[in-house]
C-alpha cells in the first residue's frame, strides 16, 4: 500500500490519500485537490510534488 500526505505539498492539509500503485495514488490525489482545493486541474510541478511524496505504508 502507498499513500500521499497532501500537508507535504499545502500546508495545514491533513489529507491522506492512499492506493495499491502509484497511479491509483495520483488519481486518488487529483480527485482530492479538486474536492478540497478547488482545483480542476493538478498542474505538472504539483504532480512532480506529489509524486515524490509518495511513501510505502
Same mark, same amino acid.
Given at each position: 500500500?502507498?499513500?500521499?500526505?497532501?500537508?507535504?505539498?499545502?500546508?495545514?492539509?491533513?489529507?491522506?490519500?492512499?492506493?495499491?500503485?502509484?497511479?491509483?495514488?495520483?488519481? $486518488?490525489? $487529483?480527485?482530492?485537490? $479538486?474536492?478540497?482545493?478547488?482545483?480542476?486541474?493538478?498542474?505538472?510541478?504539483?504532480?512532480? $510534488?506529489?509524486?515524490?511524496?509518495?511513501?510505502?505504508?
Amino acid at each position: 500500500m502507498k499513500q500521499f500526505a497532501c500537508g507535504t505539498v499545502v500546508d495545514g492539509c491533513d489529507g491522506v490519500v492512499t492506493g495499491e500503485t502509484d497511479d491509483e495514488v495520483l488519481a $486518488a490525489a $487529483a480527485k482530492h485537490a $479538486a474536492e478540497a482545493h478547488g482545483m480542476s486541474e493538478v498542474p505538472d510541478d504539483v504532480v512532480a $510534488a506529489i509524486k515524490a511524496g509518495i511513501t510505502e505504508v
